[in-house]
């Protein structure tokens, strides 16, 4: 795929980038290694007060950095802001908590003196996608560099502005250079990375095939990865659930970033009861949906990132409806104008046996299940390789206690969105990956967590 710039809202090539050779590749990787043999010696202190720069700069130009998002992927532009300014939170929270999260930890034993130490582990490499282009990195790089690792970034190839805006935030708030890099690179280069000894570790957050490349690569080097793959998040609905709050939030949860979001809610299991209603309550809300140019403050759906993303979502779709599923809105691609724009879609009458109860649809398209009760819905909800996040809502305690304890999957959200918060673990179990974000989680992934033993 080419490095560029290409509005997904009109189809218009906007800018190409060159990708760096091996040479340039190279070079970037002595200063990564040049700058982490300081780097790792400065104070908490120090990097706390970069990153929180960071976050200045952050929230001081979040229009400007918005605008790049939206005209690169087509998020909706006070979504875009939104991601801004969630980025400067991140950074906020390392700032403030990592010397806690990392300080000494006594551990008494048959020593006179015996602890836990944590220390960086060097230049970690981050391949990362291009829905939410500002978050993806920032979550990674807050806890990273706090932490005294350096970070080489291979966004995705749609991204490319992003990615540079980013690694100038990063140096205009004051971290040494080197500390933070972007490679402009195809994925092709990617496993020839983990080959070389600077590189210590890596993350990578996107589809299966790729995270099962990076980590075969690293795993041939015995290097750690953390992997943030997709999902197929259930979203289930109980018969004492506030219908119309439910309602609202999956439209929400399904429509975040135009369909495109590891962490939206996909799969509709609803009881029996309670489905009619709904459904013609869900069919409502989509329809009243404004489809259009993201940069407007009134669009609620944009278009999707790459005509390539259109056409393997419709085919998708039409792969369901040939087995069986029926549509109840939508269905195809928006024809009358120019862009990757596809309409809220809602598919029902989906066998287990239809391939696509099995798949993630990354795009606009829920997928509704109707069940007779919560064992059925917590087996459905359980039945994909996936185990990303999921939601849930009832008002009966041990209806919640059950979903709780019974739903396989990183994170399980009662009455509520699926959402991420620096201030809690992220990631996912089964094929969604493996690691945590965020939180003294996250911050833990990429250190060596050292055992001293004084006698
Ligand atoms: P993708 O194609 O896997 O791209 C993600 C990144 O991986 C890009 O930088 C891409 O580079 C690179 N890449 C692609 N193939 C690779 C390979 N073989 N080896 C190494 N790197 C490779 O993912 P996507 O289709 O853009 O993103 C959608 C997927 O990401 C969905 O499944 C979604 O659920 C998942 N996702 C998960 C999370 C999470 O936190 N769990 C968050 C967001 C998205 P190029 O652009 O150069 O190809």
Redesign the pocket.
């Known amino acids: 795929?080419a490095i560029a710039t290409i509005n997904p809202a009109t189809g218009e090539l906007l800018k190409t980038f060159e990708p760096l050779n091996d040479a340039q590749i190279a070079q970037k990787l002595d200063l990564a290694q040049q700058a982490f043999e300081k780097y790792h010696k400065t104070l908490f202190g120090e990097r706390s007060v970069w990153m929180q720069s960071c976050a200045d700069i952050l929230e001081q130009e979040k229009e400007d950095f918005a605008k790049i998002m939206t005209l690169e992927m087509g998020k909706p532009f006070k979504a875009a802001i939104a991601e801004v300014e969630k980025c400067a939170v991140v950074c906020r929270y390392y700032a403030e908590h990592a010397a806690q999260f990392l300080a000494d930890v006594t551990v008494t034993t048959d020593a006179s003196h015996s602890f836990i130490k944590y220390q960086p582990l060097g230049v970690i490499l981050a391949?990362?996608?291009?829905?939410?282009p500002f978050w993806?990195v920032f979550r990674f790089a807050a806890p990273a560099l706090m932490a005294g690792n350096v970070g080489l970034l291979?966004?995705?190839?749609?991204v490319p502005q992003c990615a540079l805006a980013i690694e100038e935030i990063i140096q205009r708030a004051g971290f040494p250079k080197g500390v933070f890099q972007t490679l402009l690179i195809?994925?092709s280069k990617?496993?020839d990375l983990m080959t070389d000894e600077r590189i210590k570790a890596a993350t990578?957050?996107?589809?299966?095939?790729?995270g099962i490349?990076?980590a075969t690569a690293a795993g041939k080097q015995i290097k750690k990865t953390v992997l943030?793959?997709?999902?197929s998040d259930p979203f289930i609905v109980l018969e004492s659930a506030d219908l119309e709050a439910a309602v609202a939030t999956a439209t929400t949860a399904r429509m975040l970033n135009n369909g495109q979001?590891?962490i939206a809610a996909k799969r509709f299991i609803v009881v029996e009861t309670i489905a009619d209603k709904f459904e013609k309550l869900l069919l409502e809300k989509f329809q009243a949906l404004k489809i259009g140019d993201p940069m407007q403050s009134e669009t609620d759906l944009g278009p999707l990132a790459t005509p390539d993303i259109l056409k393997d979502l419709d085919q998708q779709v039409q792969a369901g409806v040939k087995s069986g599923a029926k549509v109840l809105t939508g269905g195809h691609p928006l024809s009358d104008r120019p862009g990757n724009f596809y309409p809220p879609t809602i598919l029902t009458d989906i066998s287990p046996e239809n391939p696509v109860a099995q798949e993630?649809f990354?795009g606009p398209v829920a997928m509704l299940f109707r069940v007779p009760n919560i064992d059925a819905a917590i087996k459905l909800a359980n039945a994909t390789p996936f185990g990303?996040g999921a939601s849930a809502w009832t008002t009966n305690s041990q209806e919640r206690d059950r979903l709780i304890e019974e739903i396989e999957a990183g994170s399980v959200f009662i009455n509520g969105m699926v959402k991420s918060d620096p201030r809690l673990p992220f990631g996912?179990i089964k094929r969604?990956?493996y690691g945590r974000e965020l939180s003294i989680q996250g911050i833990h992934e990429f250190v060596n967590v050292k055992t001293v033993w004084v006698k």
């Open positions: 795929m391949v990362m996608p291009w829905n939410f993806q291979k966004h995705a190839s749609n195809g994925a990617v496993t990578l957050t996107g589809s299966e095939p790729a490349s990076l943030e793959l997709g999902g979001s590891c993630e990354f990303l996912g969604s990956g």
